[in-house]
């Protein structure tokens, strides 16, 4: 069993500038049949993912410079999307006692969008682990269709909407290099235990402009 720490892109009232580049890479596409490395990955998400409150973490946010995330493989009636996304983005303040959804996952290998329906669009509040004690508000497509492959190399392709389609856009962003205050946002909400402060917000929206 390997948990990983969370790449995070501030701590203690400061910026991780090393974080914060290694997470604005670009990641790099996955070949099959898959390496034992690709392979460690896998494994490495599955624990990290099984052991934090999350929807979904992108190989880069463990230290990984590869194409794949691990992400809800559903969305069903017991999924609170309101509070999945503010467990995630309170998850560095808790008392951890994993995912609820540690069985609901699914491995999504160099994964992209085909098509979006530019006039559906959702604005939804998203946490991240990788933006701890934060929330934001962001304008995304609603409806797109996607594909992927999955661990066993079956290549998937399905239309996805709501908080499904939100989840696949935002570690898609994660494995292209764009962070989620990369967004035009519409609100932004801090928690009150954060060490985020409004100066420390604007550095680092001057730095990602």
């Known amino acids: 069993m390997s948990i990983k720490k969370i790449v995070k892109v501030w701590n203690d009232k400061e910026l991780i500038n090393e974080n914060i580049n290694f997470l604005r890479r670009p990641t790099k596409n996955i070949f099959f049949p898959i390496s034992t490395t690709t392979e460690q990955i896998i494994k490495d998400l599955i624990d990290t993912y099984k052991s934090i409150p999350c929807a979904g973490i992108a190989a880069n946010q463990i230290g990984y410079d590869k194409s794949i995330f691990i992400g809800l493989k559903y969305l069903d009636e017991n999924i609170d999307e309101e509070e999945i996304e503010k467990k995630e983005s309170q998850a560095d303040q808790s008392d ?92 932004g909400y801090i928690d009150e235990k954060s060490d985020l402060n409004p100066e420390l917000f604007h550095e680092l929206k001057q730095k990602l402009s």
């Open 96 to 187: 951890i006692d994993g995912n609820e959804y540690a069985d609901n996952y699914e491995i999504y290998i160099n994964p992209q969008i085909d098509r979006t329906d530019k006039k559906s669009i959702q604005e939804e509040i998203e946490g991240c682990l990788s933006f701890p004690n934060i929330s934001l508000k962001i304008k995304r497509f609603d409806n797109i269709k996607v594909r992927y492959y999955n661990k066993d190399g079956k290549s998937i392709r399905k239309t996805l909407t709501g908080f499904m389609s939100k989840l696949f856009q935002h570690e898609l962003d994660h494995l292209n290099g764009k962070l989620m205050m990369e967004h035009n946002l519409i609100e």
